[in-house]
């Protein structure tokens, strides 16, 4: 079926450090694909979006690339802030429309 | 005002009770979901409407139950709780006419089973 693979957390970095965050996935057909974030105590917001191959999603300065060929849609944000810190969840739309299905989870944490 | 709300926010029940959570929006979207958090294992899918006589059971369904009340409300009960249910519990909605099937998530309910 379905699945979606994040690289795993924690992962902890300075302020105005580069980050990237790896989502790979499995999928029949050619899913939309969404980048989520959780901030601490509260529920997820979706952080950006692609829907076909080589879109690219951005948002809040973080990027994420749809690569049919490699699978994946890695998660880049040049200089991260202490307000970064979070979880991020990669997620796909099943082919019937269905649901989400998530990743794990990446937690980020940023230090000033 | 919040689009998608949860009640209650926090829940400490015991073993044998039974426990509703309750999901309502503003947003007018046809499609309700409920999903779990436990750490280290991302969101699992429980159970999905896409309209008030449509009710779905997702990947882990067992020992939950729901109920469309109208295309506003969306609530999930526990006949019988038991530990291994302690989780953090989502409610999303989605709109059936958007071009993609982009969620948006309440802030979701703690629920402690002791």
């Known amino acids: 079926g379905d699945s979606v693979t994040q690289m795993e957390g924690p992962v902890t970095l300075s302020e105005e450090a580069f980050l990237t965050i790896n989502c790979t996935y499995t999928?029949?057909?050619?899913?939309?694909l969404f980048w989520y974030v959780q901030y601490p105590g509260e529920g997820l917001q979706l952080l950006l979006k692609?829907?076909?191959?080589?879109d690219k999603g951005s948002n809040k300065g973080f990027e994420a690339t749809y690569r049919k060929e490699t699978t994946s849609f890695h998660l880049e944000k040049g200089s991260v802030q202490v307000s970064d810190s979070a979880v991020y969840f990669c997620a796909l739309s099943d082919l019937a429309g269905t649901a989400l299905i998530f990743g794990k989870g990446t937690t980020l944490s940023v230090s000033s | 005002d919040a689009d998608v709300t949860q009640t209650p926010r926090n829940r400490i029940t015991k073993t044998g009770k039974r426990i509703m959570l309750e999901c309502s929006q503003t947003?007018?979207?046809?499609?309700m979901y409920w999903y779990r958090q436990d750490p280290g294992l991302g969101l699992r899918l429980i159970y999905y409407s896409f309209d008030v006589k449509d009710i779905n059971k997702g990947e882990i369904s067992d020992g939950y139950s729901v109920s469309r009340q109208a295309q506003a409300k969306f609530s999930l009960s526990l006949e019988s709780a038991i530990p291994n249910q302690t989780a953090l519990y989502f409610c999303?909605?989605?709109?059936?006419?958007?071009?993609?099937?982009?969620?948006?998530f309440g802030p979701g309910t703690r629920l402690t089973v002791l």
């Open positions: 999303a909605t989605s709109d059936r006419g958007a071009s993609t099937d982009t969620q948006y």
């Open positions: 999928a029949t057909g050619y899913p939309s």
């Open positions: 947003k007018g979207h046809d499609r």
């Open positions: 692609a829907t076909k191959a080589d």
